[in-house]
């Protein structure tokens, strides 16, 4: 629950549909069927190779895909001739080869989630040590990828957290994030009322970086948030039936100002809050105290964010 100073942070959507690749939209009837898939590198495709530094079998394909399926004979395997031919492509890739025009980003999980590594057009590469093995998806990223699909009236879906101590960028769903955000931020054994001030505020926080991100990591990655203090404390996995009762609770609310998300700063006590502007800032611990003097959430949240509205 330290102080936090406003980051500059960047935007990742997920892409819910197949991309477009050489103009034309991919889309398989079935991961047998897939166009132009003949086991040869060819211009425009983007190829994996079975071994390292492109060898072995290859496996090419001209569109995103969100899921190589696991057993023959529904799987994406490699097709070309050499070591592997015909295993499937899932978690069995260990290079590549970006012959297509965009770039190209392998992830760690199928549609589209967990870590990633990107190709840009014509690099060839080995996967790195936490992708190589380990790949069940992968995507031709296009121009509005640093695009939320969020509004100032509706959620983002997902939000991209650089977990820093990894060195990675994960996309998580929004509300998990937020899930695994409060019992970090708030103590899940404060009054209810608390945690539903601090559920606000967590989400609010969030969405607003969704909205006005522009960070890349030193890798060019997009992302929305930071994991540790810069921004706020994610830890998978920490969700507490508490906190999540109160951002279920909470979580068709919104806070706004003049129309707008609120970026909602919060920080431990009224004292250390006190160097930046009132009303600005919420006290951690005041409201602890606030709910424990009766205090509705949002009596809270408009004691210490000025001029907002929720609805």
Known sequence: MAKRTAR???????????????????????????????????????????????????????????????SQPSCYDFKGPGNGKGKCVKNNAASVWNRSSKTVRVYYNSNYGGAFQDFKPGAKGNLNATLKNQNASHRFMSSTECKTDGTHTKPP??????????????????????????????????PKESLKAGAMAVKSF??????????????????????????QVYKPGSATPATNAAVDATWNKRMTRNGKILQAHYCRTSTECGAWVDGDWMSQYGSRDKANAGWSYDRILKYYYRGIAIS
């Open 8 to 70: 500059l942070i960047s935007q990742l959507t997920a892409a819910t549909a197949v991309l477009a690749a050489a103009g034309a939209v991919f889309i398989p009837a079935a991961p047998a069927s897939a166009a132009g898939r003949d086991g040869k590198c060819d211009s425009g495709e983007f190829c994996y190779f079975y071994n390292s530094n492109n060898q072995g079998s290859v496996s090419d394909f001209t569109g995103s895909i969100a899921n190589y399926g696991t």
């Open 157 to 190: 879906s997902t939000i991209l957290v650089y977990r820093v101590s990894l060195n990675r960028v994960d996309r998580v769903d929004f509300k998990d994030y937020v899930k695994n955000v409060l019992p970090n931020e708030w103590v899940p054994s404060w």
């Open 206 to 231: 969030g969405w607003y970086w969704a909205l006005h991100s522009t960070r890349k990591t030193p890798s060019g990655e997009c992302f929305d948030v930071y994991d540790t203090t810069s921004s």
